[in-house]
């Protein structure tokens, strides 16, 4: 009596363990597919991100350093010559300090422009690290549920004489009855006759 309560609780707990397995990777092969995928194009790969975001922090060097020598540099010294008196009476004096002041607001705009890309660039680079490292652990992960769903295959083709066929439920009649979600030939709203 004990043995054969014993085995029937062996042969329930083994079939709820299939269905787990079953379960388990039907929901996780799709995860692992989608992992494997970077979020950023493929042709950008870690090395061209990296260069990117380190040219876009030379540039951002490259606005502040422009700032600091800009009477030694050629296009913003002649905004130093612009005010002298006599470029002061023929622009306005107005005019000089507008064009001076709207230079360095684009250049500081270009500046925080650089570090912003710069920053997104990276911040882009390491999520594309932790998913192909979160892509590695899932994979590892499902090949030991595949493992283990092996396994238990093995057991059950051993031992098919003494566990009780289970039958499994098809949501298809047959292969060439294969039902359609967005159509169905009984809906009133397509008119047509059921």
């Keep these: 009596m004990v043995t054969q309560r014993f085995q029937d609780d062996f042969i329930a707990q083994f079939r709820a363990e299939q269905a787990f397995l079953k379960e388990q990777i039907a929901r996780f092969d799709p995860l692992a597919a ?19 975001e380190v040219l876009l922090y030379a540039g951002v060097l490259g606005c502040v350093a422009l700032f600091f020598f800009r009477e030694k540099l050629y296009p913003f010294y002649l905004l130093t010559r ?88 098809s949501s298809v009649g047959s292969v060439n009855e294969v039902p359609n979600p967005g159509y169905d030939e009984n809906d009133p709203a397509l008119g047509i006759p059921g």
């Design 82 to 169: 612009f005010s002298r008196p006599e470029y002061e009476q023929l622009i306005g004096k107005g005019n000089v300090m507008n064009l001076q002041l709207l230079v360095w607001i684009l250049l500081g705009m270009a500046a925080v422009f650089c570090y912003v890309l710069a920053r997104n660039l990276r911040r882009i680079r390491h999520k594309n690290a932790a998913l192909a490292r979160t892509g590695t652990v899932v994979r590892a992960f499902l090949g030991e549920l595949l493992q283990r769903k092996a396994s238990f295959d093995a057991l059950e083709q051993r031992y098919h004489h003494v566990l009780p066929m289970v039958e499994t439920r």
């Design 34 to 52: 989608t992992l494997r995928k970077r979020s950023v194009s493929h042709f950008l790969d870690a090395g061209v991100l990296l260069f990117l």
